[in-house]
Nanobody
Framework: QVQLVESGGGLVQAGGSLRLSCAAS????????MGWFRQTPGKEREFVAA????????YYADSVKGRFTISRDIAENTLYLQMNSLKPEDTAVYYC??????????????WGQGTQVTVSS
């Protein structure tokens, strides 16, 4: 049983920063990619960033490139998303996921419960 538990969301003013964490447990993740997605009411889940668990290769949505950084701590089985220069349009529920990688939600088998990020203007 794979479990992903996000934390670190909250309310922040535009221009501020937050760091999201995702604690992973239940199995080894050496063959997985890990990703962050976000979703607002009435919209589809949107890719934010992904990282290969072993090699550490990263890629980002254009909307967050240069502002967000995805990273992982292999020893702690934890995924991070450092979010800087936040904008009101970054407001969403953020989810971490584990799976084959890529930008499509369907490629990820395991999901956390989500953490709310609200950016005020």
């Amino acid at each position: 049983q794979v479990q992903l538990v996000e934390s670190g969301g909250g309310l922040v003013q535009a221009g501020g920063s937050l760091r999201l964490s995702c604690a992973a447990s239940g199995r080894t993740f050496s063959s997985y990619a890990m990703g962050w997605f976000r979703q607002t009411p009435g919209k589809e889940r949107e890719f934010v960033a992904a990282i290969s668990w072993i090699g550490g290769s990263t890629y980002y949505a254009d909307s967050v490139k240069g502002r967000f950084t995805i990273s992982r701590d292999i020893a702690e089985n934890t995924l991070y998303l450092q979010m800087n220069s936040l904008k009101p349009e970054d407001t969403a529920v953020y989810y971490c996921a584990a799976g084959d990688g890529g930008i499509l939600p369907g490629a990820y088998n395991y999901w956390g419960q989500g953490t709310q990020v609200t950016v005020s203007s």
